[in-house]
């Protein structure tokens, strides 16, 4: 049986990016605060150091920093009708472990949504009448303006000290930024990074189209920064191990990085690692939490009471947290009916490679995850979609996070896929080679879904998570539009050969996209059509919040972690101003 | 074009790129003759395997008049060595029951570990060509390429592993062997790198980011240099190569 242990004020479920800000701010207010982490205790020293760091095979390949599907993984379909079998390896997307989480091994792209992505169904419908969206499409508004954000987005890119140059400082337009931007209530802490070779081609070749280039947002640092925190970050050298890497320069932000010293300085907050929360608990209402139950890394199992349950893992651990702990109505994609496992969206990728002649020397591996050069004019709603038949769209850009060879040996199409002819177009393209990322939004549909699988379980017995994909056709007309957007600048760029190639169906989860999976506990206003209300607060629980992407109702043109840090600052507002105050539900039912 | 000399670099970026520098001097590296090769130690494929492994090396990745290929790099140690490792074993794979077949979309779905797929399909091919009469290492470079181009098409079943299940494992592991870093065994010399231009494993480019088109003339690192340019391969992973 497990063992009962004393009580604390709050847990968190998992410590990556959201349970480490949640955890620290809430220690500080005087509350006793327990973060629970699954995976090991790991720190910049000794554990992400260089030379053995910079291992692609390791990290890049053999995915050391990814969640154990030896033990826990996920079932995978494209469509309700199939039976859903097991990603026995990770090569879709790569859940983080560990402490840190996914926030050890991202890129850095430090994006904001759009003022009309949270007003999503309001504004398509004002801007192109009811019947625009594809019928399919089961997108919505948030339940949470862009205004409401903006000092929570303020906040997070201040903790980061990310790297960029504004493009709207309270609605006038600033030169060299992004002129397509919600407004920002100040610049960016840190100054653009440094503009590689193929970020510069990039530019020249996308302003020749009229297009607005600006630097990629980075929390890749291009200087020296103390965050308020009181934490500082160096500059970033450029060394092309970012993305499936932890820095070993303390110029990524992360976690062990801006706020974590902090929390764990802190008397009042615990770390406890390596242990795998198995449920949130629930009285016999149903309707108030009271604790976890977890198993520690030497298989011994735990009670730990709590007041406030905040769930902090991995956007698609947060569904599946919910759906084993028996916490708000599961979806029914047969009938639209349910909340929890409801409008999952991924990301919408697709690339434009432009090779050149050898006089023209790329250098990919002179980069940051985040480096580069990126324009927004087909994003979202930043173009007119009238007769187009699609919504949303993709940033372009050049971003090339790093030239490392096992997963980075781009060929010009016709190469053949081995023997002779491609190890020379490899030894001849390598150096010379830039590919363009259309980084595009994913929307909701009713067939695609979260839920536990019927037949496969975790190493302690408990099912795993089933993911039901496919892209909408929406998004597949999308990704041909953007795409030939892409070839055309790299035409611009000068490239001898272009090859675009757009995402088609079907969804294969053995080809990496992103690691960008939204939704499945959505916020909203209504608790018919969303599992969280506009504070990330369970509307069934409310003594749970669930924090993290896992509340988007639909995926964004933009990497997703930006908005993450938003709204994990605004539930954090919530929670200490009005929740604290005032146990309950903050939202009427 | 610019030239990036080690004084430059750390001058430039401090103590994060000398540290790694200091093990790593580029002239060391570059005026180093590459170590005579000796016969690769195998610890987990048989005679009849090494056979087959080493002669569609020779086909996948060929060697030209100008860059060794996967054979000469070590790449069938880098292959023995990870079969016979963690990752033969199935590190990080899910595999739990019940199987079945899948779509494309849902990858992977056979019991296998790496080192029972191998050796399962493997003593296949060897059982056919037996049968044949033509061991793969004995056909001319078109038969052997014919005969691999036949296992990616998929057309038969090895042992329960649909040949082109197992040739893709076996067009994997040669990549990764490859373009890995030395200390796996493979890429010897860091030969793949030179032949591509990738630097390996350098701490920092900060000070050259913005030298665009700059041709970076110097030799590659890795992860196990000493200050005399040697790799020192990982103990308890025989490279058997140097």
Redesign the interface.
């Known amino acids: 049986m497990a063992e009962r242990l004393k009580a604390v004020d709050v847990v968190t479920v998992g410590v990556g990016l959201t349970g480490a800000i949640l955890g620290k701010e809430l220690a500080a207010t005087g509350l006793k605060v327990v973060g629970l982490e699954r995976g090991p205790m790991r720190d910049t020293v000794p554990d992400f150091q260089?030379?053995?760091i910079?291992?692609?095979?390791r990290y890049a390949?053999?995915?050391a920093l990814?969640q154990?599907?030896?033990k826990e993984?996920m079932t995978?379909?494209?469509s309700t009708g199939?039976?859903?079998?097991?990603?026995?390896?990770?090569?879709g997307f790569m859940p983080g472990n560990g402490l840190g989480g996914a926030a050890v091994h991202w890129n850095g792209l430090t994006w904001r949504f759009q003022p009309a992505d949270f007003v999503y169904r309001t504004h398509l419908e004002g801007r192109y009448g009811k019947g625009f969206v594809d019928s399919d499409l089961t997108i919505q508004d948030w339940g949470v303006t862009y205004a409401e954000l903006e000092p929570h987005y303020d906040r997070f890119e201040y903790l980061c000290g990310t790297s960029g140059k504004a493009g709207n400082i309270k609605g006038v337009v600033q030169a060299g930024g992004n002129p397509f931007e919600g407004p920002r209530s100040r610049e960016y802490p840190t100054r653009p990074m440094?503009?590689?070779?193929y970020g510069?081609l990039f530019r020249k070749g996308a302003e020749s189209l009229g297009y607005h280039p600006f630097p990629s947002p980075a929390s890749t640092l291009s200087e020296p920064y103390t965050n308020p925190e009181g934490l500082s970050l160096h500059?970033?050298?450029?060394?092309?191990f970012c993305e499936r890497f932890a820095c070993?320069?303390f110029a990524k932000a992360s976690p062990q990085t801006v706020i974590l010293p902090v929390a764990l300085k802190n008397p009042d907050y615990e770390l406890r690692t390596g242990c795998q929360v198995l449920r949130v608990n629930l009285d016999s209402t149903g309707k108030k939490s009271t604790g976890v139950t977890y198993v520690d890394a030497a298989g011994r199992e735990y009670e730990q009471p709590a007041e406030l349950v905040l769930i902090t893992a991995y956007s698609l651990n947060n569904v599946r947290m919910l759906l084993n702990s028996r916490i708000g109505k599961p979806y029914d994609p047969v009938t639209g009916e349910g909340v929890v496992g409801r409008n999952y969206a991924f990301q919408t990728m697709s690339y434009a490679s432009v090779f050149y002649d050898q006089d023209?020397?790329i250098?990919p591996?002179?980069?940051s995850g985040a480096?580069g050069t990126v324009i927004d004019d087909f994003a979202g709603d930043n173009f007119d979609h009238k007769g187009l038949g699609f919504i949303g769209g993709a940033y372009i850009s050049a971003t090339m996070t790093g030239?490392?060879?096992?997963e980075f040996?781009p060929t010009p199409p016709g190469t053949p896929?081995?023997?002779?002819g491609?190890?020379?177009a490899?030894?001849r393209h390598?150096?010379h080679t830039v590919v363009l990322t259309c980084h595009g939004s994913s929307h909701p549909m009713r067939g695609n879904c979260l839920d536990l699988d019927p037949?496969?379980?975790d190493a302690w017995g408990q099912p795993l998570l089933r993911v039901t994909f496919d892209f909408p056709q929406n998004d597949v007309r999308m990704s041909r539009y953007v795409t030939d957007k892409a070839v055309g600048i790299g035409r611009a760029m000068g490239g001898k050969i272009v090859a675009g190639a757009p995402r088609e169906r079907?969804?294969?989860?053995?080809i990496y996209q992103t690691t960008h999976n939204t939704g499945g506990a959505i916020m909203g206003n209504d608790p018919t059509t969303s599992a969280v209300n506009r504070y990330l607060q369970s509307w069934d629980v409310p003594n749970v919040f669930v924090v993290g992407a896992s509340a988007y109702p639909h995926n964004a043109s933009y990497n997703p972690t930006g908005t993450v840090g938003a709204l994990t600052y605004w539930a954090l507002d919530a929670i200490k101003n009005r929740y604290l105050k005032a146990p309950g539900a903050l939202v009427p039912r | 074009m610019s030239r990036l000399s080690r004084r430059d670099v750390v001058t430039a970026t401090g103590a994060a790129a000398a540290a790694a520098l200091a093990i790593a001097p580029p002239e060391a590296a570059a005026q180093q003759a590459p170590p005579a090769a000796q016969p690769t130690v195998y610890l987990f494929f048989n005679t009849d395997e090494v056979a087959f492994i080493e002669a569609a090396l020779s086909r996948l990745i060929p060697a030209d008049d100008q860059w060794p290929g996967a054979l000469e790099a070590g790449v069938a140690n880098f292959i023995d060595k990870e079969l016979n490792g963690a990752w033969g074993a199935g590190e990080r794979l899910y595999r739990s029951g019940p199987w079945q077949p899948g779509t494309p979309s849902q990858g992977y779905q056979l019991p296998f570990t790496p080192a029972e797929l191998f050796r399962t399909a493997l003593a296949a091919i060897t059982k056919e060509l037996a049968r044949a009469g033509t061991p793969f290492a004995k056909m001319s470079g078109e038969q052997q390429d014919a005969y691999l181009r036949s296992l990616e098409a998929g057309a038969a079943d090895l042992g329960g592993v649909p040949s082109d299940v197992f040739f893709a494992h076996l067009w994997d592991a040669p990549v990764e062997g490859f373009f890995s870093d030395p200390v796996y065994g493979g890429n010897r010399d860091m030969m793949a790198w030179k032949m591509i231009g990738f630097p390996g494993a350098y701490a920092s480019y900060y000070e050259v980011v913005d030298q665009h088109g700059m041709k970076l003339d110097r030799a590659p690192t890795s992860l196990a240099e000493d200050s005399h340019g040697h790799v020192h391969v990982q103990p308890v992973i025989p490279a058997g190569q140097r």
């Open positions: 260089s030379p053995a910079h291992d692609e095979l390949v053999r995915k990814t154990d599907n030896v993984a995978f379909r494209n199939q039976t859903a079998l097991p990603m026995r390896r990770w090569q440094k503009e590689p070779y510069a500059q970033c050298v450029f060394c092309g070993e320069h023209v020397v250098n591996f002179m980069a480096s030239g490392r060879p096992i040996h896929s081995w023997g002779l491609w190890k020379q490899v030894a390598y150096n037949t496969y379980k079907p969804y294969d989860s053995t």
